[in-house]
């Protein structure tokens, strides 16, 4: 688990990402919702940071890649093809999640192999929807969870990962995608990830209240 909200598989070299919803701000502007520009050049950044920082050879995005049809503006697959463009001989693959389903695929020229959930590896089944029926341990995503830490006189969320008995959730990685809050309980165990570090939060499990 890293702070930036992603996991990294030393054995496969492989980076997991959850939710990184290009185009998202480009598809509210295109719906006239005046959000800042700039989130697909911070996503990009942020897995250059995690790509320099560790051995990654493949990552796997654990669905919606694409937030919508609007998020194939111009501008945004300019920059998407700039940043492939500077990692080539990288793996990247694609297990499709609900807004992938309406954004359609990336384009070929991204060279992305995009597969229906689940996409087994090495005993591991990596969907975007966490309850996906697979032989393997699920890795997923599509919640967004977020977890509240409060103490006497304040309250902070921050984006977490879930690990149940059968399955995973990882927190969302994109830059403009918000998240949902969990509630404690008992089967499940919740890292929270701060600006530089992972910690689990002590005896406590979570079910999501919320989802996408």
């Known amino acids: 688990m890293l702070p930036q909200r992603a996991a990294y598989w ?7 990402v959850a939710d990184i919803h290009f185009g998202k701000a ?43 049809r609007a998020s194939h503006a111009s501008a945004t697959l300019a920059a998407l093809r700039k940043w492939r463009a500077r990692h080539t001989p990288m793996k990247l693959t694609l297990v499709r999640g609900n807004h992938d389903a309406h954004a359609g695929d990336p384009p070929v020229d991204l060279n992305i192999t995009v597969v229906d959930e689940p996409y087994e590896l090495d005993g591991f089944s990596f969907c975007h929807h966490p ?34 008995e ?22 499940e165990r919740v890292f929270v990830a701060t600006e530089d570090s992972v910690f689990e939060v002590p005896g406590n499990t979570a079910i999501f209240n919320s989802c996408i």
């Open 166 to 187: 059968a399955s995973s959730v990882l927190p969302s990685f994109g830059a403009f995608t918000g998240g949902f809050a969990i509630n404690p309980q008992q089967s």
């Open 26 to 68: 480009a598809a509210f502007r295109a719906q006239g919702v005046p959000v800042p520009r700039g989130t697909t050049t911070q996503n990009l950044n942020a897995l250059d940071v995690l790509i320099a920082a560790h051995e990654v050879q493949h990552i796997i995005f654990l669905g919606d890649f694409l937030h919508a």
């Open 10 to 16: 030393p054995a496969q070299h492989a980076l997991l």
């Open 131 to 164: 309850h996906a029926h697979a032989r393997g341990y699920v890795v997923a995503g599509h919640l967004h969870p977020v977890y509240r830490l409060t103490t006497a006189g304040d309250s902070v969320r921050l984006p977490c990962f879930v690990f149940g």
